[in-house]
C-alpha cells in the first residue's frame, strides 16, 4: 500500500465520526446535537446497507478480488468496518447521554420504570394493555415453529424464554400503528419509547412462559440491488424492472444485527445461525438502536424550546436577481449565480414557470434525479406541457432511495404528456441540466440553460450547500442540446469544447487541465487547482493530483466526505491541504478552480472525483465565464478554506483534527448566512443602508490580507 492511499470504506467512517463529533459540540444548540447523533445513526444504517452489503456480494463473487488503492481483500475491509464501528458506537451511546442528560436540565427526559412515579407507572400500564397490547403480534420461535423474516431497520422485542431442549424465543413486532414516542402526562417533556414500553410487560404477553432475559433487537439488511442483473434483457421496460428490483430490496441479506441489551449466548447464538451472522456482526448499544424518534421530538421541543435549536435561517433573495421583473430578459443581459440554502431557489422556480408559460418558449428539457414530495418543478413541467410545450424530462429511475418515489413521478409526466425518458441502459444520468428553447419573433433559435450541482428539490435548496448557474450563454446551450439529443438516442456525448460531460469527456479533461498546471509549475510559474468536492475517490485522478503535487503545483482541497488521497505525506503530497466542513448545512456543492488569477478556468459540476462519477454516470460541469458569477465562487472557496471552527484538516497519518483557530473566529456557513441577508437588505431599499462592520466584512479583511 502506498503512503498516501486510504481506503474508501473507513474513509467513510471517518467522516461519520466527523458527524457524530457535531453531537458532542458545546458549541451547538442541544437538540441540534440530538439530530447529530440521529444523522450518525442513519448515515451508518445506510453504509450498512449499502457498502457492507456490496462488499459481502462481492466475497461471494471472488473472494480474492482487492481494492485497487490499500489492496485490502472485501473480508479485510469488512473486519476493519467492524472494528472501527465497534469503537464507534461506544462514542454514540456516550454523546447521546450527554445530550439528554442536559436536556433534562430543561424538563425533556427519557425515563425509564426505574424513574417513574406510581401515578406514571399506572398511567403507561393502562396504556400498554388499551392502545399497545390489542395491536401486537407476538410470536414463540422454536423448533417446531418457522422463523419469521424480521424486516430491514424495524424494531423488535425479543425475549428468551426457558426450555427444556432447544432454545425458544419470544418474538414482538415494536413497529405499528402506535406511537413510537410516548409522553408523560404533565407539563415537562417526558417520554418513553414503546420499545421499552413493551420489553417491560414481556412476562404479561408471553404469561405461560419463564423469561431468563431480553433485548431489543434490530435487524439492518443488504439494500444494494444489482443493476447488471435487470438490465441483461434490454427488451423489458425499466420502470417495471425497477419495481420488480424494489420488492427484492425488502428481502435481501442480513448484514448487522443490534441489541439493546445482553442476551445470554444460547440465544445469540439461535439468532446468528437464523439470520446467517457471524458474532463480529452483532453490536450492542447503550442508547435506542433508532434514533429516528427524534424528528417526532424536534417538532414538539421547537415550539417549546426554541433555544435548543439554530436561530432562524431563510433562504434571502438574491442580490443579483430583480424581484419584481421577469427572468428571461434578466438572464439575456446576464449569468444569474444562486448559492443554497443562503439564496432562495425562488428565481430558479420563477424561470420555470415563466417558461411554461411563455408564447417564445417551444420546448423544455430537464434532467430529474430527486424531486420534493410536493415538487413544485413537477408542476410547472406539467404545465408547460398543458401549455403545448415540447417537454422533456429524463427520470433517473436508479436514483437510490428514491426509486419508487420517481416511478410515481414519471407516470405523472406521462399522464400530462411530458415525453419521458430514462437515459442509457446501463448509467445513471446524475446531471442537473435544464435547457429551454425560444423562438423569437424574427424567427431565431435562442438557449437559456441552467446547470447545478444539486437536485431539483426545493426541500434540499434549505439543507444543502449548492450552486445553480442559468445562463444565455448560446454555445454552453447548444452543448447542453447535444447532451440531451445523446440521452433521448441512448448514445452518449463524445466530444465538447464548453462542458466537461462524464462518462466520455469529464475525466480526460480534467487530467488536460491539471497537466497544465504540472507545466507551468515546472516553469517556475504560479500553478493552483483549488477543488471542493463531497468525495475523492478515483484513482487515475488521486495518482495525476499526487504528480501535480510533486510538480509543486499548490493544491487546496474541501472535500466533505471520503476522500481516498492523503494530505502532507513527505515526498508525495506535501503540496496538498485537505479539509472537510461538516456544519449545520450539508455541503453539497463541487467547484473545480485551475490555474492561476490572470488564466484561471472555473467550472461548478455535479460531478464528484469518484470513478462512478467520472466514468460510469452522465454528468455536467459547466465553466464560469461571467466576472460576477466568478468572483461570488472565488469569494466563496477563499471563506471556506478560511474556516477555523467547522473545517477539520487531514494530517499525514489520514486522520483529521480541527483547524486551529487564529485570530478571528470564521464559520463559514455562518458567514454566508450573514452575508446573504446584508445583501437582501441592502437591495430591499432604494439607497442600501450602510451596513456595521459584520464578520463577513473581517473575513474580506482577512483574505484581502
Not at 486510504?6 to 453531537?23: C, G, I, Q
Not at 426505574?114 to 414463540?140: D, G, N
Request: with cysteine.
Amino acid at each position: 500500500m502506498k503512503q498516501y492511499y486510504d481506503n474508501r470504506e473507513l474513509s467513510w467512517l471517518k467522516f461519520n465520526e466527523r458527524v457524530l463529533e457535531e453531537a458532542v459540540d458545546p458549541n451547538v444548540p442541544l437538540c441540534e446535537r440530538l439530530m447529530f447523533a440521529a444523522i450518525f445513526q442513519s448515515n451508518l444504517d445506510e453504509f450498512f446497507m449499502i457498502r457492507v452489503g456490496s462488499l459481502y456480494d462481492r466475497t461471494l463473487v471472488n473472494a480474492d478480488d482487492r481494492e485497487n488503492k490499500t489492496d485490502m481483500t472485501c473480508s479485510e475491509q469488512l473486519d476493519a468496518i467492524f472494528k472501527r464501528v465497534s469503537e464507534l458506537n461506544p462514542m454514540r451511546d456516550k454523546a447521546y447521554a450527554g445530550i439528554m442528560s442536559e436536556l433534562e436540565k430543561h424538563g425533556v427526559e427519557q425515563v425509564d420504570f426505574r424513574a417513574l412515579s406510581s401515578e406514571e407507572e399506572e398511567y403507561l400500564k393502562l396504556y400498554f394493555t388499551s392502545e399497545i397490547l390489542p395491536l401486537i403480534s407476538p410470536q414463540v420461535i422454536d423448533k417446531r415453529h418457522p422463523f419469521p423474516f424480521l424486516k430491514n431497520k424495524e424494531i423488535y422485542a425479543v425475549a428468551h424464554l426457558e426450555s427444556k431442549s432447544s432454545v425458544k424465543i419470544g418474538l414482538v413486532p415494536a413497529s405499528g400503528t402506535f406511537s413510537r414516542v410516548i409522553f408523560l402526562p404533565g407539563s415537562k417533556q417526558r417520554f418513553m419509547l414503546v420499545e421499552e414500553l413493551i420489553l417491560h410487560y414481556m412476562p404479561l404477553i408471553f404469561e405461560n412462559y419463564k423469561i431468563l432475559d431480553k433485548s431489543i433487537i434490530r435487524i439492518t439488511r443488504n439494500a444494494d440491488i444489482n443493476m447488471e442483473e435487470a438490465l441483461y434483457d434490454h427488451d423489458v421496460d425499466l420502470r417495471d424492472v425497477m419495481s420488480q428490483l424494489l420488492k427484492k430490496r425488502k428481502k435481501l441479506s442480513p448484514v448487522r444485527m443490534e441489541l439493546s441489551r445482553k442476551l445470554g449466548d444460547a440465544a445469540v447464538k439461535y439468532l446468528c445461525e437464523k439470520l446467517e451472522l457471524a458474532s463480529k456482526q452483532v453490536f450492542r448499544m447503550e442508547s435506542p438502536l433508532d434514533l429516528s424518534f427524534v424528528f417526532t421530538l424536534r417538532s414538539r421541543l421547537e415550539e417549546n424550546l426554541p433555544l435548543l435549536f439554530y436561530g432562524r435561517a431563510d433562504p434571502q433573495p438574491p442580490c443579483n436577481v430583480v424581484k419584481d421583473k421577469l427572468m428571461i430578459p434578466q438572464i439575456l443581459r446576464k449569468d444569474i449565480l444562486l448559492s443554497y440554502p443562503f439564496e432562495s431557489i425562488k428565481p430558479f422556480l420563477r424561470l420555470l414557470n415563466e417558461a411554461a408559460f411563455d408564447p417564445s418558449v417551444v420546448s423544455i428539457k430537464i434532467t430529474l434525479y430527486r424531486v420534493a414530495s410536493n415538487s413544485k418543478v413537477i408542476d410547472a413541467l406539467i404545465s408547460a406541457a398543458e401549455n403545448g410545450k415540447d417537454v422533456l424530462v429524463l427520470v433517473e429511475l436508479r436514483a437510490r432511495f428514491d426509486e419508487e418515489n420517481n416511478i410515481g413521478w414519471s407516470k405523472r409526466l406521462e399522464h400530462a404528456g411530458c415525453n419521458v425518458i430514462y437515459g442509457p441502459e446501463s448509467i445513471k444520468v446524475h446531471s442537473k441540466l435544464l435547457l429551454i428553447t425560444r423562438k423569437t419573433g424574427g424567427g431565431k433559435v435562442e438557449y437559456i440553460t441552467q446547470i447545478g450541482t444539486g437536485n431539483y428539490n426545493e426541500k434540499t435548496s434549505a439543507l444543502y450547500t449548492d450552486l445553480s448557474l442559468m445562463t444565455a450563454n448560446q454555445d454552453i446551450g447548444a452543448e447542453a442540446l447535444m447532451v440531451f439529443n445523446a440521452l433521448s438516442t441512448n448514445t452518449l456525448v463524445e466530444h465538447t469544447n464548453k462542458l466537461l460531460v462524464a462518462p466520455l469527456c469529464l475525466q480526460n479533461r480534467i487530467i488536460e487541465m491539471i497537466d497544465f498546471e504540472i507545466a507551468a509549475a515546472k516553469k517556475g510559474e504560479d500553478a493552483f487547482i483549488g477543488l471542493k468536492l463531497n468525495s475523492l475517490t478515483d484513482k487515475i485522478l488521486i495518482d495525476k493530483l499526487v504528480e501535480a503535487s510533486q510538480s509543486g503545483v499548490k493544491i487546496r482541497m474541501v472535500i466533505r466526505g471520503i476522500c481516498c488521497l492523503v494530505a502532507g505525506v513527505k515526498g508525495y503530497t506535501d503540496n496538498i491541504e485537505i479539509t472537510s466542513i461538516v456544519g449545520r448545512y450539508l455541503e453539497h456543492s463541487r467547484i473545480y478552480i485551475f490555474g492561476a488569477p490572470e488564466r484561471r478556468k472555473i467550472y461548478i459540476s455535479s460531478a464528484d472525483f469518484m470513478t462512478r462519477n467520472t466514468l460510469r454516470r452522465v454528468e455536467v460541469a459547466v465553466p464560469i465565464y461571467d466576472i460576477r458569477a466568478r468572483k461570488k465562487i472565488m469569494h466563496i472557496f477563499d471563506v471556506l478554506t478560511s474556516d477555523n471552527v467547522k473545517a477539520r484538516k487531514m494530517l499525514p497519518d489520514s486522520t483529521y483534527v480541527h483547524v486551529k483557530t487564529e485570530g478571528e473566529p470564521v464559520d463559514s456557513q455562518a458567514a454566508f448566512i450573514e452575508e446573504a441577508y446584508a445583501n437582501s437588505e441592502s437591495t430591499a431599499n432604494k439607497k442600501p443602508k450602510k451596513v456595521k462592520p459584520t464578520l463577513v466584512h473581517e473575513i474580506k479583511k482577512m483574505i484581502n490580507k
